[in-house]
């Protein structure tokens, strides 16, 4: 009788710690991860935020703002932020120049509470100018956003045929 309630201790034990160790990694993989690129505008003395956070298993979303907030999931609001409106997220270009925030792409919406000093211009591209762009971003002085999906470009331009000149 003793073996057996050892054996259901140790049992029930194992149970308790392989739960544990699927909560763990349920909450890792749906907990939001954040990458922010802090900008500053020395004329303006104002800090700026590119923010992206990724939840679940491939959802994500990115903004611009004053501030670091941004959470996961379609219920939360930022009427203060430029906020990603693309239907496929990868990554934005962007370039920091004389006090003016450049992005290129027109997937975002302008926030409705614009608190904004720092001039932000949103630059329409067609794919055949993105796709000039991304050739030669760095010798552009241009960056990408976020740091994580650099490899995108990089095996993009990797892959393309050398053209004749």
């Not at 509470?113 to 794919?127: A, G, K, V």
């Not at 994580?148 to 045929?161: F, L």
Request: glycine share 8%; net charge neutral; with cysteine.
């Amino acid at each position: 009788m003793r073996e057996l309630g050892k054996i259901l201790l140790v049992i029930l034990i194992i149970g308790l710690l392989g739960c544990g160790l699927v909560l763990a990694v349920l909450s890792l993989a749906f907990s939001d991860k954040k990458e922010i690129v802090e900008l500053y505008n020395k004329t303006a003395n104002e800090k700026i935020y590119l923010i992206e956070t990724s939840w679940g298993m491939d959802d994500s979303r990115m903004a611009i703002g004053l501030d670091k907030e941004l959470k996961g999931g379609f219920g939360n609001l930022y009427p203060d932020k430029y906020q990603y409106n693309g239907m496929w997220f990868q990554y934005i270009l962007y370039k920091f120049q004389s006090d003016t925030l450049h992005i290129y792409g027109n997937d975002f919406i302008s926030p409705e509470q614009n608190h904004f000093r720092t001039p932000i211009i949103l630059h329409d591209l067609t794919d055949s100018e993105k796709r000039r762009i991304e050739h030669n971003y760095k010798e552009r002085g241009i960056s990408i956003f976020p740091e994580s999906k650099a490899y995108i470009i990089e095996n993009k331009t990797m892959a393309a045929p050398n053209k004749p000149q």
